[in-house]
Nanobody
Framework: HVQLVESGGGSVQTGGSLRLSCAAS????????LGWIRQAPGKMREGVAS???????TYAASVKGRFTISKDNARNTLALQMNSLKPEDSAVYYC???????????????????WGQGTQVTVS
């Protein structure tokens, strides 16, 4: 059973940076996809970034060049470094995982089986 526990988040001014972390209990020998999904009030969940077991990354156009997703296999952690934050980045951010490669539908929240509890990011 995959468990995801997030940390980080908080409030920051426009242009600032935040780093999110997620402790992920995964089988390192099986295929998996890790992703960050966010949801702003009144909006649908939105895929932010994903990373495959082999380290291949994908980003939403709205965050490309500003956000960096990474994973530390030794520590079983996933991270999202967020720079040049904008008010429209404000949302609850979820760490998510699925037992297959990310694929073309990496951004689809419905395809993720495992979720963290979410952490609030507020940019003002």
């Amino acid at each position: 059973h995959v468990q995801l526990v997030e940390s980080g988040g908080g409030s920051v001014q426009t242009g600032g940076s935040l780093r999110l972390s997620c402790a992920a209990s995964l089988n390192p020998t099986s295929d998996y996809c890790l992703g960050w999904i966010r949801q702003a009030p009144g909006k649908m969940r939105e895929g932010v970034a994903s990373i495959d077991r082999d380290g291949t990354t994908t980003y939403a156009a709205s965050v490309k060049g500003r956000f960096t997703i990474s994973k530390d296999n030794a520590r079983n952690t996933l991270a999202l470094q967020m720079n040049s934050l904008k008010p429209e980045d404000s949302a609850v951010y979820y760490c998510a995982a699925k037992d297959v490669w990310c694929g073309a539908l990496w951004y689809s929240s419905e395809l993720y089986s495992y979720w963290g509890q979410g952490t609030q990011v507020t940019v003002s």
